[in-house]
């Protein structure tokens, strides 16, 4: 089975702050991808990345950086200096091997940032 | 800018009647998903079609829930008979490709069953 851990419901950061988002996964597994969505309170999901799990280089895209390590299970996302607009539900998911073709979503965790 | 176009966004229907909720995937995306998003469970699959051919709709309740593709730009997800459990709000999402893709998701149906 599948699952994927978001043990921070809520972060509230100021601008321009680091916030640094947490994500668990369990899989069986040995090929499988990890992903992040974005859901601002226009309620559509965003889809920032998708990692495969034989590529465990860190990956950056302006604010955004993602931190995959398989020992620990976790690919973490860090938003750098954090702005208003970055305020949204972000959501960690997992696909692969029998469930090659559906996303398991986390719980997401609710980030706001304060101007 | 290509994105999936979900109708209604808003749907207020009283329990009993038919919900009849529609999706146009990205245009050239061979796989669809129907998934539901509640406070409870948060998101969850319901249905997922690879060339308009169902494959998985385990997650949908049977007895009321049906999903459809006419054709390669559309896709339904019908209730029927509604229930106030199904308030929730309903996306679809289209992706290109077989195994691990990324889904592109629609804006989602706000469904309110009274």
């Known amino acids: 089975a599948q699952k994927v851990t978001q043990a921070q419901t809520e972060i509230s950061v100021v601008e321009k702050e680091d916030v640094t988002l947490d994500c668990v996964y369990e899989?069986?597994?040995?090929?499988?991808?990890l992903f992040w969505y974005k859901q601002p309170p226009s309620g559509e999901l965003v889809f920032l990345i998708r990692?495969?799990?034989?590529?465990?280089q860190n990956e950056i895209s302006g604010r955004y950086s993602w931190n995959f390590q398989k020992s620990t299970s976790s690919f973490n996302f860090t938003i750098t200096a954090s702005q208003v607009v970055d305020s949204a539900v972000y959501f960690c998911a997992l696909s692969g091997g029998t469930n090659d073709y559906k996303l398991s979503f986390g719980a997401g965790t609710t980030v706001t940032v304060r101007a | 800018d290509a994105r999936v176009t979900q109708t209604p966004r808003d749907k207020v229907t009283e329990m009993g009647q038919e919900v009849t909720m529609r999706c146009q995937p990205i245009?050239?995306?061979?796989?669809v998903f129907w998934y539901r998003q509640t406070m409870m469970q948060g998101l969850e699959l319901l249905a997922y079609?690879?060339?308009?051919?169902?494959?998985?709709d385990s997650g949908m309740p049977k007895d009321r829930f049906s999903a459809e593709m006419p054709d390669a730009t559309l896709a339904t997800l019908k209730i029927q008979p509604s229930e106030p459990r199904d308030s929730a709000v309903y996306f679809c999402?289209?992706?290109?490709?077989?195994?691990?893709?990324?889904?592109?998701f629609g804006q989602g149906t706000r469904l309110t069953v009274v």
């Open positions: 079609f690879r060339n308009r051919a169902p494959l998985d």
């Open positions: 899989t069986r597994d040995t090929t499988y991808y």
């Open positions: 990692r495969n799990s034989f590529d465990e």
């Open positions: 245009l050239g995306h061979n796989t």
């Open positions: 999402a289209s992706g290109l490709g077989i195994k691990n893709t990324e889904a592109f």
